[in-house]
């Protein structure tokens, strides 16, 4: 490192490159696309008027997911393969997580009779660490290993 870097300079450096600080970078790039997609989705259904609540989500879900496809990619994994099969692979993970989602908030909401928001915050802590292994072992797995 230069003599002359700020800290925040060194902490980019250590933290843009190898597999060390991977899970970092997937919680930055993770947060970064969830702040997006949170506003875009209030920007386009109640600043701007433009959509009303549920479009509003299938156009933030829609960009939000094509970003962060490229975030992890590109920041989280570094991965120089091919693009058909990873992206494929990607909205696979996509759909089941979305899925799970509206499962976990079902069952919270319906069976347990709670609020939504137990089934919310289940989903912030289980299904970025699935997210993650499968992100890790299996779409951007060099090699593609089954």
């Given amino acids: 490192m230069p ?16 597999d060390r600080f991977q899970l970092v970078r997937y919680l930055i790039a993770g947060t970064t ?8 989705i209030v920007a386009l259904a109640s600043w701007l008027r433009l959509l009303g609540a549920e479009a509003a989500n299938v156009v933030s879900l829609f960009v939000w997911t094509i970003v962060s496809y490229i975030a992890h990619r590109e920041f989280t994994f570094g991965f120089d393969g091919g693009y058909s099969r990873t992206a494929a692979r990607f909205v696979f993970i ?53």
């Fill in 33 to 40: 696309v969830s702040l997006g997609y949170s506003f875009t």
């Fill in 94 to 146: 996509f759909l089941l997580k979305l899925g799970a989602s509206a499962a976990v908030i079902a069952a919270v909401t319906g069976y347990y009779k709670d609020s939504y928001l137990i089934g919310v915050i289940a989903n912030w802590v289980v299904l970025p660490l699935v997210s993650y292994a499968a992100l890790k072992f299996w779409v951007f797995q060099q090699g593609f290993a089954l």
């Fill in 3 to 18: 003599p002359n870097s700020t800290l925040l300079d060194r902490l980019i450096r250590t933290t843009a490159g190898g």
